[in-house]
Structures are given as structure tokens and as C-alpha cells.
Nanobody
Framework: QVQVVESGGGLVQAGGSLRLSCAAS????????MGWHRQVPGKQRELVAS???????NYAVSVKGRFTISRDNAKNTVYLQMNSLKPEDTAVYYC??????????WGQGTQVTVSS
């Protein structure tokens, strides 16, 4: 079984920055993609950004140019650098990893709050 643990959330003013980290441990066999989703109450969880093992990235339109996803394959860790934060970025951010044959695993989530 794999464990996925996020860190780095918090409260920041609009225009500020935060860096989220997510580490996978345990059975980390064949991790393909890693990514971040976010969710606000009453809405569906939405993709923020993802990155493949080869480094190809994908971003939601709403964060493109402001957020940067990166990963350290040796540490099974993925990062999300969030700049120019807006109040509408407020959400619980969830990390996920996608493993060959095992599918998706999720972290417990970390709260990001952006004040205006």
C-alpha cells in the first residue's frame, strides 16, 4: 500500500505565494503521473496540474502561468509552486499519484486560503 502525504498549505494574502509538497511512501512501484486537484465545498474536485514521470506537465487554464508543478522521482515527491494567488484559489488541495496496475491513490488534503 502507498501512503500519500501533503504539506505546505496555509493562509496567504492575495498576490502571495505558497509551495505545496507531496511525498509518496510505502509501495511506490511504477509511479506514472503525479498531480494536484482541488475542491471547494459544494463543487466537484478539479484538476489543478499533473506531471508524468518523463516531466510532461498539464495545467488547468485558471492556473496556467501562475502555478508550476515539478517532481523529484528519486524522492517520490511532487511540488506545486503557487504564485500570484487569488481568493478563488482557496480550496482543499489534494495530491494524487497514479501507479501502473494499482491506479490512483490520494492524500488527505491540505487547506489553502487566500484572503483578499
Amino acid at each position: 500500500q502507498v501512503q500519500v502525504v501533503e504539506s505546505g498549505g496555509g493562509l496567504v494574502q492575495a498576490g502571495g505565494s505558497l509551495r505545496l509538497s507531496c511525498a509518496a511512501s510505502g509501495n511506490t512501484f511504477s509511479i506514472m503521473s503525479m498531480g494536484w486537484h482541488r475542491q471547494v465545498p459544494g463543487k466537484q474536485r478539479e484538476l489543478v496540474a499533473s506531471i508524468t514521470s518523463a516531466g510532461s506537465t498539464n495545467y488547468a487554464v485558471s492556473v496556467k502561468g501562475r502555478f508550476t508543478i515539478s517532481r523529484d522521482n528519486a524522492k517520490n515527491t511532487v511540488y506545486l509552486q503557487m504564485n500570484s494567488l487569488k481568493p478563488e484559489d482557496t480550496a482543499v488541495y489534494y495530491c494524487n499519484i497514479n501507479q501502473k496496475l494499482l491506479g490512483l491513490s490520494w492524500g488527505q488534503g491540505t487547506q489553502v486560503t487566500v484572503s483578499s
